[in-house]
T-cell receptor, first 109, second 114 residues
Framework: AQRVTQPEKLLSVFKGAPVELKCNYS??????LFWYVQYSRQRLQLLLR??SRESIKGFTADLNKGETSFHLKKPFAQEEDSAMYYC???????????FGKGTKLSVIP | GAGVSQSPRYKVAKRGQDVALRCDPI?????LFWYQQALGQGPEFLTY????????KSGLPSDRFFAERPEGSVSTLKIQRTQQEDSAVYLC????????????FGDGTRLSIL
C-alpha cells in the first residue's frame, strides 16, 4: 500500500529564514510526487511535481529514492508563503493520488 | 469555465437524510475525481471517472455513497441515510487525462451532519 507521511503538523519560521517541509513516502515502485498548496480561503492547487524539476515561487523539491523523501525547500521564506502544504503520491501509471495529512506553514513577519 | 465548480459550498443535513453534491469540471477534462477530507486530514480518494465511465470506486466508504457522471461532464456524489461520520469537506478535481496529469480542484462542499 502507498502512504505519505508529513511529520510536522505546524511549522513556524521567521521571514527570510530557510524553510523545509518534510515528506516521506512508502511505495514499492517508481512514484510520481507532488506538492499541493492551499492558501487561506483558496482552493487546493498544484505547487510543483517532481518530474517537472521546476522552481515555483522559489520552492524546490528533490525526489530522494534512497531515503524515500520529497522534501519541499525554499531558501528565504516570505509572508505570503503562509499556507497549508500537502505532499501527494501517484503510483507509476496511476491516476489515484494519496495525500499526506498536511503541514501548516506560518511565516512570522 | 474558469475552474472546477462545486455546489453547494455548505450543506447541513440531519442524520438519516439523503444529500447530493454537484461538481462541474473544467470543460474538456476527461477525468474527474472525488475526495473526502475530514478535519485535520489530507484528502482521501473516493472515486474516479473517465468520461462517463466510473473506473474506480474503491474509496467509497460504504454502499450509501454513490457517484455518477451520466454525460461525461457534470458529476453528482450522493450520500444516502447520512451519518455523523460523513461530515467532511468533499472535493472534486478534474484533469485532462487521468494519468500523470495535474488535478485541478474545486472549492469543495463542506457537509455537516447534525
Amino acid at each position: 500500500a502507498q502512504r505519505v507521511t508529513q511529520p510536522e503538523k505546524l511549522l513556524s519560521v521567521f521571514k527570510g529564514a530557510p524553510v523545509e517541509l518534510k515528506c516521506n513516502y512508502s511505495y514499492s515502485g517508481s512514484p510520481e510526487l507532488f506538492w499541493y498548496v492551499q492558501y487561506s480561503r483558496q482552493r487546493l492547487q498544484l505547487l510543483l511535481r517532481h518530474i517537472s524539476r521546476e522552481s515555483i515561487k522559489g520552492f524546490t523539491a528533490d525526489l530522494n529514492k534512497g531515503e524515500t523523501s520529497f522534501h519541499l525547500k525554499k531558501p528565504f521564506a516570505q509572508e505570503e508563503d503562509s499556507a497549508m502544504y500537502y505532499c501527494a503520491l501517484a503510483g507509476a501509471g496511476s491516476y489515484q493520488l494519496t495525500f499526506g495529512k498536511g503541514t501548516k506553514l506560518s511565516v512570522i513577519p | 469555465g474558469a475552474g472546477v465548480s462545486q455546489s453547494p459550498r455548505y450543506k447541513v443535513a440531519k442524520r438519516g437524510q439523503d444529500v447530493a453534491l454537484r461538481c462541474d469540471p473544467i470543460s474538456g477534462h476527461v477525468s474527474l475525481f472525488w475526495y473526502q477530507q475530514a478535519l485535520g486530514q489530507g484528502p482521501e480518494f473516493l472515486t474516479y471517472f473517465q468520461n462517463e465511465a466510473q473506473l474506480d470506486k474503491s474509496g467509497l466508504p460504504s454502499d450509501r455513497f454513490f457517484a455518477e457522471r451520466p454525460e461525461g461532464s457534470v458529476s453528482t456524489l450522493k450520500i444516502q441515510r447520512t451519518q455523523q461520520e460523513d461530515s467532511a469537506v468533499y472535493l472534486c478535481a478534474s484533469s485532462i487525462t487521468g494519468v500523470s496529469q495535474p488535478q485541478h480542484f474545486g472549492d469543495g462542499t463542506r457537509l455537516s451532519i447534525l
